[in-house]
Every structure is written in C-alpha cells, then in structure tokens.
C-alpha cells in the first residue's frame, strides 16, 4: 500500500493523559499537513511541514500539542493533558513540492477523551 | 481572508436523478488553486478534482462534471445520473499561497445521499 498511512485508527483517552498519533506519508512527498475534523465540520488545518521543517502552525494549535517530522519522513502529533474538546478525528495528509499540488489523506485517527 | 462555502448542509436524491453541489469561495490571491473531495463512511479524503485560477475550463469525468466560474467565485461539481456509491459527504477546498504554504481551506462538506 503506498498510501498515507496514520496509526492508531482508533484511540480512547481519559481526560489528562497524553495520547501520540502517527503519520506515515507517501514515500516521495516532502509536504505533510495534519488536519483535525469535528463532527459535522471540514477539516481544519493544524500544521505543515516541509521535509523535516513545521512552517506553519495554526492558531488551533495550543501549546498542548506538538508536532514533529524527524528526518523529514514519518511525523508524530502528541497531545497532552488531554481535554474532551480534543475529541476529533486528526487527519494527516502529504503532497508533492510545487505549487496547489492535491494532498491525499490518510484514514485518520479517531480521538475520543473521556 | 480565504473562506469556502458550502451552503448545501444535506442532500437526498433518488439514484439516476441529477445532482449539483454548490461551491463558493473568497481569496484575495489571483492564483490559488480549487479542489474536491469525497469522504466516504470510511473517513479517508479521497481527492476527485484540482482546478486552477488560470484555467476555466469545464471538465467532465465520467458521470462527475465541474464547473468553475470566477465571475461568481464558484466551483460547482455535477453528479450525472447519480448511485448509491456516491453517498458521502463532499468537500470543496481552496489552496493558496500564504505564508510560503499551501495549505487548504475546506468548507463544511455537503452530505449527499442517493437513495435506491
């Protein structure tokens, strides 16, 4: 499958514990995006990397969360002390350099914090 | 500021009907590039179309047709004869350069269910 894969699929939390998801991009991408999706909403955007450098963070990404692109391969977002507002569904997404090339997306990673 | 609107919260139509999903965008840039995508129950975004700014040509695949005017600030994707495995909800997002990225702005989806 060369595919952007995410792991895990599926992640229950309880309120306060810190929860790490992970994105694999397809191989040649040297751009990946991490979205969050609530329930009847677009995805939003959350941060963009460039190989191994996060260019852009959003306003939506409090100083609770990080996100890392060692290598500029795989990347990681963490979430600590989890807060039920952070119940989402966190896509990852990556595209090729050049200018308005398409993101494909991964499945997505479900966040329930209870 | 970008924004995409997607004032069709919900859609029913009976299979084979016809179906328009309305797209409406705002940016300040005059290249910026224009998408659609499907999600399915499964959740994955799968990506349908890319247009750009400089391109207004109509452009049809299979039973899907687009339709982008920048008169009206809109991108209109067509279902033709509509089936049961086009049921999924359907973005629209626009991408332009800010900042020195692309990211993508979707609008809030419009859901489209096709009932047999």
């Known amino acids: 499958d060369t595919g952007v894969s995410q792991d895990p699929r599926h992640k229950i939390t309880k309120r306060g514990q810190n929860v790490t998801f992970r994105c694999d991009p397809i191989s040649e991408h040297n751009r990946l995006y991490w979205y969050r999706q609530t329930l009847g909403q677009g995805p939003e955007f959350l941060t963009y990397f460039q190989n191994e450098a996060q260019l852009e963070k959003s306003r939506l990404l409090s100083d609770r969360f990080s996100a890392e692109r060692p290598k500029g391969s795989f990347s990681t977002l963490e979430i600590q002390r989890t807060e039920q507002g952070d119940s989402a569904m966190y896509l990852c997404?990556?595209?090729?350099?050049?200018?308005?090339?398409?993101?494909?997306f991964g499945q997505g990673t479900r966040l329930t914090v209870v | 500021a970008q924004k995409v609107t997607q004032a069709q919260t919900e859609i029913s139509v009976v299979e084979k009907e016809d179906v328009t999903l309305d797209c409406v965008y705002e940016t300040r840039d005059t290249t910026y590039y224009l998408f659609w995508y499907k999600q399915p129950p499964s959740g994955e975004l799968v990506f349908l179309i890319r247009?750009?700014?400089?391109?207004?040509q109509n452009e049809i695949s299979g039973r899907y047709s687009w339709n982008f005017q920048k008169s009206t600030s809109s991108f209109n994707f067509t279902i033709t004869a509509s089936q049961v495995v086009d049921s999924a909800v359907y973005f629209c997002a626009l991408s332009e350069r800010t900042s020195g990225t692309y990211k993508y702005i979707f609008g809030t989806g419009t859901r489209l269910k096709v009932l047999a």
């Open positions: 247009r750009n700014s400089f391109d207004e």
């Open positions: 997404a990556s595209s090729l350099p050049g200018r308005g090339t398409e993101a494909f």
